[in-house]
Structure formats: structure tokens, C-alpha cells
């Protein structure tokens, strides 16, 4: 008997998860083709992710109940900030609750007094909460767009540029190599909020920045365990001294109970595969590519810029009707808003690891058919 999802409308855009997530997830007790989160290495149903968790479960107990600077470090905190800062080639990481607080825990370390902060017009919401409310240096600058960035860094001394690595919606990558070049030479550094780029994008897995071949100690990067590693919780990472300086300045990281066991046991075994398994993160983008072709060979247009995000173009076509449409068909595909505009003519599709030409062939042969009616 099916389950009773008649609710879910109102308040979400699918039946709840019923079963593991990957791209067959089970939703309101059925499977569903899944084009949609962040799960891009399509770890989370891995068993040594689930094996970490359950390990750390049985020895720790739920939760650690305490704050990082009293009694709630555990080994396992220690161990997972170092295979973090492993995965990085840094000397240190912090790992925090939700990587949503990374830049606000990364910019209490990071801005001096005066510090002009100019930002992208579609920096993630995170970023934006994070600004101080009370400077007013704080500038927009249009979505990577480097003519605009120049114009308004032009008058300023030092500050901090603040960026998505990818853009959540659309996939697009913010220009590294332009905004190096525009901020050389003045006292500026660069927070590249690389949620949807670490595990991802680059030779190792290391994000927007290493995609661009870019190292520089101008570069700071807010990451998360929550995406491409199918875990959950947020990191910086860097040199020692930085890292302890936040440690020591970020009331957010000292004033909150830290990741519980079950989440710090699913991440060490999460970021030790990325490690190991690079073919993962390869597939990604095979698959992406994959996608994006095959749409193209069917005569329906989408946009890829080298992340797990593709954009599907609509063009007229109501989001929410067309995702409704795949719903129907047992496809997970959310109509979502966008920074530019309610009405934007995308559905975004995410692409991972896991699925097989034959997944993606069924999205692409269904995509057709919806657009041929
Ligand atoms: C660009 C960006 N930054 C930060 C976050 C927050 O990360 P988390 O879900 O790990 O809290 C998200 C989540 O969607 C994101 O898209």
C-alpha cells in the first residue's frame, strides 16, 4: 500500500524521505529518481559512512553535551579536523555545526577596522547575515561581473571580497582568476564560500580555487561536510595560527555544542573516501556532461559550468509545472527560487556519482517528452 502523501504540498515540494538518499531515493514510501540536493558524491548512503556513525554512536553516546573550550572535545573532533586539514594540504582546520555559520565564523577572525566589504549580489544568504549590520563599507557588486567589482574596489583601500565558489542556483563559477587579478596589488583578501565546489571541483577535491589552478594566501574558504561529502557540519581550514584565532575570537564556535558523534563518525569515513576514491568526483562531471549532451541531442538547452549543478532552460515554461510534471513521473527535480528573479526560465538538476547513463538517459527521455505536449 502506498503511503498517504496527500499533505506534502503545502509545505514541501516532494513526499518526505521515507528511505536512504542517492539518486533512487525512496520518498513517501517509493523510489524516485532523485536530480536534486547536494549529496554529489553520493556518499550518504555509503556503509562506511553509515558504519562511522553507528561506531561513534555506541562509544560516545548521542551527543557530547558540551562546548568545544569546556568539556565537549573529543578525539574524534581532533581526528576529523586533521583528516580535514589532510584533505586540504593546510595545517589545521576548525570543524563548527552547519557550515551556514562558516563565514560568520570565518569573518570574526578575518575583518580588520575599516575593512571594505564588497559582495557578490548573489552571495548566499549565509554570506549576507554574516556582514556586520553597522559598517558602512559593506558594497553589492553585481554577479561576477569584474567590470562593476573594479569600479567600486577602485576608491578602496583594504577589505575582503565575498563570493559563492558556485553559484547554489544556477552552477556558475565565480571568476577566481579575474577577481585575483582585480585585487592584486591592494590590501584586499577573498572569502570564497565553497560549499557546493569542495569535494567537487579541482585535482583534489579542494574547490573553486584549486578548479583555477589559484593558490594564495589571499584566499579564504568557508566548506561544508553537508554536500559532496554526505555528512553534515561546516570547516575552515588553514594555518595553524588562523585556525587559532578563530578557535578564540568566533563566540559562535566556542558558545555552541559541537558536531555529536554520530555526524564526526560519518564525516572521517566521508572525507577519508573522497580521498581515496578521486573517480568520484570525476563522475560528477562525467555525468553533468553526460546530461548536458544528451539534453542538447534532444534539442533542450541547459547551461553547465563544471560543478554538479546543471540548468535546465525552460524558457516559458512555469517551473513549478514542469517539476510537477516529473514528480509525476517518479523524478525528484524541485522547482527553486532563484537570485535574479521569480520567473526565471531554469530548474536546476543536480547530477552525482551514482547515477547511471540509464538515470539520466529516463530524465533526459521524459525532459523531451514534457516539451513536446
Ligand atoms: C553557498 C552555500 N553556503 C552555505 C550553505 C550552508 O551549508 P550547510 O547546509 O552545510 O549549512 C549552503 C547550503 O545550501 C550554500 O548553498
Redesign the pocket.
Known sequence: MKNDNSSFKNSIRCPPVTGKIGPRGEFGGEEYLYFAG?NYLDLARRTELIEGATKAVSNYGASFGAGRTTTGTADIHLKLERKLAEFKGTEDAIIFP??????QIMLSGLIRDGDTLLYDGWA?P??IEALPQSSENVIEFNHNDIDDLRKKIEPEKHGIVLV?????SVGDLAPLDQIMKTTEGKDFRVLV????GTGVLGANGRGTPEHFDITSDRIFQ?E????AFGS???FISGSHDFIEKLRGVSTTYRGSTPLPPAVVGASIAAVKVAMKEPQLRNRVKENAQYLVNKLKFSNVKADWYGSGIVNLDISERPSKVISNHLLEKNIIVPYIHYPDSDSPGKLRLTVSAGHSKEDIDFLVDTISELFEE
Open positions: 547536494n552547519s557550515g551556514y555559520l562558516g563565514n548566499h549565509s554570506i559563492n565558489g558556485v553559484d547554489p564560500d565553497d560549499a557546493h568557508t561544508t561536510m553537508s554536500k553534515y557540519g561546516g
